[in-house]
């Protein structure tokens, strides 16, 4: 199978990048031919809307000179056709649009017979065929998938445009969250093998299964309210690193230890069965100079975390912020960090050796 991959991402090291890189080697892995196309590296041209092309005398050939005659061929030469694109604007990116424009030079000025939307192909000058599968690959950044909703039936309209059968659609919002999935690990994980897999089904079945599918687009926050508060947060971060927080590697190191995150992501794992009827208010008391305090309340079967020191809490835990981090991610033992001097416990010791079990690893 011969896919062509059209990435439509005008950031060169953007989530769609880290999820293509996935879904192509699932791919190659299954045997497939995989060509990717970073569009931004090409200079395509948005159609001017001439119709040259439909002009008799030069039917077929694109009034404009540069880079599409030769991606035209590559798109004719493959029998997959895979659209990525960052969403952008509730649509595709510009550079996806102006490459599809750009195909009205395969097509004659003839509503066909057999198709309802389509045109007809224009065989004389290109009797290749092109693509007879199509698939999608989405990535915005809003948590709500309905954003997706006119980009999907316009991916839906041009496949019908093309005479290529929509074989899969792999819409992943909340983009950003791929960067700080501390409270969904495993949903992390099973997001990004939803894309390899997704590449090694395309291969082998010549479809992506809905169950894939579904993987890929599974939510990373519990909600709204999860969503807008860690988007904050990430922004601030990206901020304050700089330049769009485009250096990836400083951003996904800087929000994956972020207690205004990872507190929070701690309150979440609060089992409520383990703490029975407990009312208590853990301290966390921090040694650093520029960190803030956070505490835990917890009461009636919730818990809930805030930034800020406690006039009276059951439980004080003075401790770095690096050794407090390591704890919620489960890197590092409470006791251990006891054991070692790292952490200063003062107050309830039975909520103490309560701890691991009230907060256990997140579970999805
Ligand atoms: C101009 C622009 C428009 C955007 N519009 C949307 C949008 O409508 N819906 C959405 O969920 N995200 C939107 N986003 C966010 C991007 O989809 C998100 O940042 C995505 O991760 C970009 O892909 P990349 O990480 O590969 O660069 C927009 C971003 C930009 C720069």
Redesign the pocket.
């Known amino acids: 199978m011969k896919i062509l991959v059209i990435n439509g991402?005008?950031?060169k090291?953007?989530?769609?990048?880290?999820?293509l890189e996935l879904f192509n080697s699932g791919a190659v892995a299954a045997g497939g031919l995989v060509e990717q196309i970073d569009l931004r590296d090409y200079d395509v041209r948005p159609c001017t809307g001439c119709f040259h092309c439909w002009d008799p005398n030069r039917a077929g050939k694109c009034s404009q000179n540069d880079d599409m005659a030769m991606l035209t061929e590559k798109f004719l030469d493959c029998d997959t056709l895979v659209l990525a694109?960052?969403?952008?604007?509730?649509?595709f990116?510009a550079l996806i649009k102006a490459f599809l424009e750009r195909l009205l030079p395969t097509s004659l000025p003839i509503i066909t017979q057999g198709g309802e939307i389509g045109l007809e192909r224009n065989t004389e000058r290109y009797p290749k065929r092109g693509p007879d599968r199509a698939a999608l690959i989405a990535?915005?950044?809003?948590?709500?998938p309905k954003?997706?909703d006119g980009l999907v039936k316009t991916f839906e309209l041009i496949c019908d445009g093309i005479y290529a059968k929509p074989v899969g659609k792999l819409l992943?919002?909340e983009?950003?969250f791929l960067d700080f999935d501390a409270g969904k690990p495993i949903t992390g994980r099973k997001v990004r093998m939803a894309f390899e897999r997704a590449g090694a089904e395309l291969v082998r079945e010549g479809w992506i299964e809905a169950q894939t599918e579904s993987d890929a687009s599974l939510p990373f926050t519990r909600d709204l309210e999860t969503f807008r508060r860690n988007s904050g947060t990430y922004w601030q971060i990206a901020s304050e690193i700089g330049a769009g927080g485009n250096d990836r590697e400083q951003l996904r190191a800087a929000v994956s230890r972020d207690l205004r995150i990872l507190a929070h992501e701690l309150a979440a794992c609060y089992d409520p069965v383990a703490a029975g009827d407990l009312e208590a208010v853990i301290l966390f008391n921090l040694r650093d100079e520029e960190a803030d305090n956070w505490h835990l309340t917890i009461d009636k079967g919730r818990c809930a975390a805030s930034e800020g020191t406690h006039p009276s809490p059951t439980l004080t835990l003075e401790t770095t912020e690096e050794i407090l981090v390591e704890i919620i991610l489960q890197r590092l033992d409470a006791r251990t960090a006891l054991a070692r001097g790292d952490m200063k416990a003062t107050g309830s010791k039975s909520l103490l050796g309560r701890f691991q079990r009230i907060f256990p690893a997140p579970r999805k």
């Open positions: 991402a005008p950031r090291n953007g989530y769609t990048k880290d999820l694109t960052p969403v952008y604007y509730y649509s990116s990535v915005g950044a809003h948590r709500n954003i997706m992943r919002t983009s950003f």
